[in-house]
């Protein structure tokens, strides 16, 4: 009887950590997704090197449940995804935004140097 006991503690402990992790995972995408909300107008370039790892990181919790979600947790979890690759791929556009601006100052320098108004 104890052992039975014991195996059954077993499992269940087993049930509530994976069932703790699956919801893990979604908790941490729902808090990312909302700090970039809040804060991502803030950012610097390192702010935005950890959040693509972190981004990452929580897409691999997520992917070893993904046969554990249910369609509605499915649903939700995409349109989180998608908020924040839309916040993610905002500041590569900005960051590529700057460089353009960066090569055309370069290029009216160049300009100025050999007496090239623009």
């Not at 195996?7 to 919801?23: E, F, G, H, P, R």
Request: proline fraction near 1%; charged fraction near 25%.
């Amino acid at each position: 009887m104890k052992k039975l006991f014991s195996l059954l503690l077993v499992v269940v402990a087993c049930t509530l950590t994976s069932c703790n992790t699956k919801y893990t995972a979604v908790n941490h995408l729902r808090s990312f997704t909302n700090e970039l909300e809040m804060n991502s107008k803030y950012y610097e370039l390192q702010d935005w090197q950890r959040a693509k790892v972190k981004y990452e990181r929580i897409n691999d919790q997520l992917n070893k449940h993904q046969f554990d979600y249910t369609s509605e947790e499915k649903s939700e979890i995409g349109e989180l995804q998608g908020r924040c690759a839309g916040y993610l791929a905002k500041s590569a556009v900005d960051k590529a935004k700057g460089f353009v601006n960066q090569v055309k100052g370069i290029v009216n320098g160049v300009k100025e140097v050999f007496g090239q108004p623009e």
